[in-house]
């Protein structure tokens, strides 16, 4: 009888480990939970956000996500994409710079890579000529080097066109292009999701992926006479060299855009991937992509 009494004792204090081994761990779940219910949604003066877990695809934040919005030029990161998705695509073929690409410079008052007449500049530098000081000559030469047609007109047409068939392919109902570079005629929008699925599409390219976090470059290109020059770009997205981890992607701007940045960064093996439209300037662009950057890392 007494045996029974000790073994019944010994299985009591085994249960009662095991009940407050179960209870502490539930406990640290229930804890975890109310954390992460806890953590509050961030605030942003931009119109509209988005970010998102670029392993997945699962949302983190949104703010008007699915709203149709001016781009600016962040439009270029689809002119990227549509130019490294070509076909036996050569990065070091030389395209030659037209006075029509320095001429429309002038007449939009365009941010520009400074590109000179007659140079002859590599696709791969017309790409970071493009990304890194956002360049619309550089975005002008590339459609009218991808684009089909017999005129320049024509080939600008059949570029943008691939523009729109690229956002179709990724299943994007809310965005369309009427330009390379942002600068539209009243049908150039976009919404934070979009752009953020088309950025992350774009960054499975690594010539993209390269370009798109270089702070800055010296390229040597060609110039009309046969010498060559060096032409020096910095990035427009000051968050390569302030948010730890970041890896690009690319400013836009515009009087119906505002201020927008679509930007992805990398911590601890996790990628996430964000956009914000229409923020009110360049330093509150930048603390609401931080903001809504910390909160996806968060969760």
């Known amino acids: 009888m007494k045996i029974g009494i000790k073994g019944i004792h ?4 085994t249960a009662t480990v095991a009940l407050t081994a179960g209870a502490v761990i539930a ?3 229930f804890a975890s939970t109310a954390q992460a ?4 949604n961030p ?3 931009a119109k509209g956000g988005f970010v998102m877990n670029n392993g997945n695809g699962k949302a983190l934040f949104a703010k008007t996500a699915d709203t149709r919005r001016s781009t600016g030029s962040t439009t270029k990161i689809m002119t990227a994409k549509v130019v490294l998705e070509q076909k036996n695509l050569n990065l070091d073929s030389k395209v030659t710079i037209q006075k029509a690409y320095s001429d429309y410079i002038v007449s939009k008052g365009a941010s520009s890579a400074r590109l000179i007449v007659g140079d002859k500049v590599t696709v791969r530098q017309l790409l970071y000529g493009l990304m890194l000081p956002s360049g619309c000559d550089a975005a002008y030469a590339l459609a009218d080097k991808f684009g089909s047609g017999s005129t320049r007109a024509a080939r600008v047409k059949s570029f943008v066109g691939k523009m729109n068939t690229s956002a179709k392919a990724l299943g994007l109902k809310n965005t369309h292009f009427d330009s390379f570079d942002g600068i539209g005629n009243g049908s150039n929008y976009s919404t934070p999701r979009d752009l953020t699925k088309i950025a ?3 960054m499975k390219n ?3 992926r390269t370009i798109v976090k270089t702070k800055s470059t010296k390229q040597k290109v060609t110039t009309k006479s046969g010498g060559y020059r060096y032409m ?5 997205n000051t968050m390569l060299s302030s948010y730890s981890g970041a890896i690009g992607i690319k400013t836009g701007s515009g009087p119906a855009a505002k201020y927008c940045l ?3 960064a990398t911590r601890n093996g996790k990628t996430v991937v964000g956009t914000v439209l229409g923020s009110t300037s360049a330093t509150t662009r930048s603390a609401d992509m931080k903001k809504i950057m910390d909160y996806g890392f968060k969760k």
């Open 37 to 40: 219910a806890a953590l509050p």
């Open 262 to 264: 679509v930007f992805a």
């Open 200 to 202: 992350s599409s774009a």
């Open 43 to 45: 605030t942003i003066t």
């Open 10 to 13: 010994r299985v009591s204090a």
């Open 206 to 208: 690594s010539t993209f």
């Open 27 to 29: 406990g640290s779940v």
């Open 232 to 236: 020096s770009w910095s990035n427009t």
